[in-house]
């Protein structure tokens, strides 16, 4: 288990906040709110990590996660939502998306990546939440889609340009930073053989 984080819950169905709260209180310090202009009033420079729907009334998640953004809080975003990912996903500044339902185990696996992320620098943070959208793109659109999307290929130049300039950590004795790195490494040789073809 990683270390304790300040996690801020926002889903506008109630019984699903709550329990993503109460599995997560047993280790983090965990606040549930129900709507996006909650979370704009509860998410500070103090949050570590944002679980975040996008589709509720009012505010939605999208419109928030671009305040956070747009506020320079430095936390991370994992999209918790039941919105199939589509290549409007591109250009949000999300760190992983996970299509409902998912489940607290899932769930607290996620908030351990995040916190393992957070120990890299930027760049490589970056290049992290790069790979992850990468990979839902990729497992959840046919391969005419992503053939046909110039937003696609200019994401997957994006990831090549950080790969050749993040210098990768030296010690990978961390499960889910080497299965990451692993990850990159597949992104980017597919990548060179696709420039390639």
């Known amino acids: 288990m990683a270390a304790s984080a300040n996690i801020v819950v926002v889903d506008d169905d109630e019984s699903t906040a709550n329990a993503y709260e109460d599995h997560l209180s047993r280790y983090h310090t ?26 509720m009334p009012g505010i939605d998640g999208d419109e928030v996660l671009a305040q956070i953004r747009e506020q ?6 994992i999209m918790v939502t039941g919105v199939e990912p589509d290549t409007d996903l591109i250009d949000m500044k999300f760190d992983e998306y996970l299509v409902k339902p998912v489940n607290v185990e899932e769930i607290e696996a996620a908030v351990d990546r995040m916190l393992t992320r957070n120990k890299q ?16 793109l990729e497992t959840k659109l046919d391969q005419e889609q992503l053939e046909e999307s110039e937003e696609y290929a200019t994401l997957r130049e ?12 030296e010690d990978e004795a ?12 597949a992104l980017v040789a597919e990548a060179k053989y696709s420039g390639s073809s």
């Open 30 to 55: 965990v606040e549930a709110v129900y709507s996006g202009e909650a979370a704009l009033e509860v998410i500070s420079d103090a949050t570590d990590i944002v679980l975040l729907d996008r589709r």
């Open 72 to 77: 320079g809080i430095d936390c991370r975003v």
């Open 121 to 136: 620098d930027e760049q490589f943070r970056e290049m992290f939440a790069l790979a992850s959208k990468l990979t839902t």
């Open 158 to 169: 994006e990831f090549l340009e950080y790969q050749r300039e993040v210098g990768f950590p």
């Open 174 to 185: 961390d499960p889910y930073l080497e299965s990451m790195l692993e990850k990159i490494e």
